[in-house]
């Protein structure tokens, strides 16, 4: 359960807070809502209490934890030349099933794999914005997690992946 004013991760969405809880009506059953302002976009989300489990709906990393998935980045990625030699999309199934888990160590994997096949060859469209939006999420749980700026942050990975 998640309180009002906690800063959360919604996998596929971003950085939010749990701005309200709220109780609606759905199919005649009364449920209790989470109302989450996901950050830099207007966009707030409604989430039934029930799904947020299988949402993979979690709390931000505190810094502790953000300084262990930096530290432990290069360990952690999957085995990079089987993963290389994958097609781009069993790459993308394997990604968005990563990122979908919500965690944070997952999303890193996801983060220095991709860099490695970039480094190595090239990424169609497709990876190139996975890799994109993976690095965003994870710079801006950096800047929450840490108090960090974007940049500072940006720099806290990029230095983390040898990139």
Do not use: H
């Not at 207007?42 to 709390?59: D, E, H, I, Y």
């Amino acid at each position: 359960m998640f309180d009002i004013g906690n800063k959360v991760v919604y996998p596929t969405q971003g950085i939010g807070i749990v701005s309200n809880i709220e109780k609606r009506e759905f199919k005649g059953e009364t449920q209790d809502y989470y109302k989450i302002k996901i950050f830099n976009n207007t966009m707030t989300l409604s989430l039934p209490v029930s799904s947020a489990g299988v949402s993979n709906l979690r709390l931000i990393s505190d810094s502790e934890a953000i300084d262990i998935g930096l530290e432990s980045i290069n360990n952690a990625m999957s085995e990079t030349n089987e993963y290389k030699e994958c097609t781009w999309k069993e790459r993308m199934a394997a990604n968005s099933k990563r990122i979908k888990s919500g965690s944070l160590r997952s999303t890193l994997e996801v983060i220095y794999d991709l860099t490695q096949v970039k480094i190595n060859s090239k990424l169609n469209a497709t990876e190139k914005q996975v890799l994109k939006n993976a690095k965003d999420s994870v710079i801006k749980e950096i800047s929450y997690a840490k108090e960090l700026s974007i940049e500072d942050s940006t720099n806290l990975l990029n230095n983390a992946i040898k990139y």
